[in-house]
């Protein structure tokens, strides 16, 4: 589908070092790099009006699909990445969504499905290989330029992005100038309606923080994968944002899984328990922002997460946790608030902050 306005960014697929898709200002020239790293069950798509805006802004990003989600690369895949990334608002995307043909929806079907196997499989680990690589070759990537390089990563994706930077931050060939954390996933969800998965979390996690104790929350991941339970996720779309076209989006978006197996949930409770640990240690400037409430992840963690890093470096990007108390919605860059959330990051980035 033509775009109805000139597209402010430009796109292309790359398939190295993982398969990601590549976003450009039209100028052609860019001052950084970002990697955007979307959350559990989301995909490319869900980062693209995003990386539209910081292309205007004169930055280059990257976008994976994370391993045991979103696409495979095909026709109907490209189309809603498209979808997203050139339209005005979440109206419409839906709009664009709608227009697509049926026969190519089997596509989604498809893959869908794939991913889901895959899901099974995946562990968190190769989760946080897929940011490793990524932001290592967006560093060699800008060599030539001495661009800056940041990693941009939301929920699930803040956790993967907090571990990868960890694994290169004193490495300063590869590491980045800057980690931006939205709504990360430090702790489970306090939705207490989701009681299967509360009970769950809440025992595989305090399992997980006691190191004598993590063969038994193995075995229970074991278990869970055995069984082939999963959690129903669709209450999330209520809670993404407060824009209604964002909330109905989240809903009919078709490569959002709203059902995700409860073994590779359950795969992630070690890495929040341990994200505190690593945070100490971590010399890379962060920059945090969450709301006041998030119905999706425990803003506690984020919390702990964030008072335990020592103090930053870089005199240019000193650590920040902006809290939004009066939101009570998990992406406050998909919500009322976006603009003014990225205006601010973006002159952190700058060096700014």
């Known amino acids: 589908m033509t775009p109805l306005t000139p597209p402010e960014a430009l796109l292309e697929r790359r398939e190295f070092p993982v398969d990601h898709w590549r976003v450009t200002p039209v100028s052609a020239t860019a001052h950084s790099e970002v990697i955007l790293v979307h959350g559990l069950g989301e995909h490319s798509g869900r980062m693209m009006p995003l990386a539209r805006q910081l292309a205007s802004l004169g930055y280059n990003c990257r976008v994976p699909d994370l391993p045991g989600h979103g696409g495979c690369g095909g026709e109907f895949h490209h189309a809603v990445i498209e979808a997203y990334l050139h339209s005005a608002?979440?109206?419409?995307?839906?709009?664009?969504?709608?227009a697509l043909p049926d026969d190519l929806r089997r596509e989604a079907e498809q893959d869908?499905?794939?991913?889901?196997?895959?899901l099974y499989?995946?562990?968190?680990?190769?989760?946080?290989?897929?940011?490793?690589?990524?932001?290592a070759w967006s560093c060699i990537d800008g060599n030539d330029?001495?661009?800056?390089?940041?990693?941009?990563?939301?929920?699930?994706?803040?956790?993967a992005s907090l571990h990868a930077a960890c694994r290169i931050d004193r490495d300063f060939t590869s590491a980045p100038t800057g980690l931006i954390?939205?709504?990360?996933?430090f702790a489970p969800p306090p939705n207490e309606d989701a009681l299967l998965l509360r009970l769950i979390t809440t025992q595989a996690m305090w399992l997980s923080s006691i190191t004598p104790l993590k063969p038994l929350a193995a075995l229970q991941r074991l278990g869970l994968r055995l069984l082939r339970l999963e959690e129903d996720a669709r209450w999330a779309s209520n809670h993404v944002s407060d824009l209604p076209s964002e909330t109905f989006l989240h809903a009919v978006d078709p490569y959002h899984r709203h059902r995700i197996p409860l073994c590779f949930a359950a795969r992630l409770l070690s890495w929040m328990a341990s994200s505190r640990a690593?945070?100490?240690?971590?010399?890379?400037p962060v920059f945090t922002f969450g709301p006041g409430y998030d119905p999706i992840v425990s803003t506690a963690g984020t919390r702990i997460v964030?008072?335990?890093?020592?103090?930053?470096?870089?005199?240019?990007?000193?650590?920040?946790?902006d809290v939004h108390e009066q939101m009570r919605v998990h992406d406050l860059v998909r919500s009322s608030c976006g603009n003014a959330i990225i205006t601010r990051v973006h002159?952190?980035?700058r060096g700014n902050g």
């Open 89 to 98: 608002d979440a109206t419409e995307v839906i709009d664009r969504l709608e």
């Open 112 to 118: 869908n499905h794939q991913q889901l196997g895959a």
């Open 121 to 135: 499989r995946t562990s968190f680990d190769e989760i946080i290989e897929t940011v490793e690589q990524l932001t």
């Open 145 to 159: 330029a001495n661009r800056p390089h940041f990693i941009w990563g939301h929920s699930m994706g803040g956790l």
């Open 181 to 185: 954390l939205s709504s990360p996933a």
């Open 278 to 284: 690593r945070a100490r240690n971590l010399r890379t």
């Open 306 to 321: 964030t008072a335990s890093l020592r103090e930053s470096l870089d005199p240019l990007r000193p650590h920040r946790l």
């Open 347 to 349: 002159q952190w980035m």
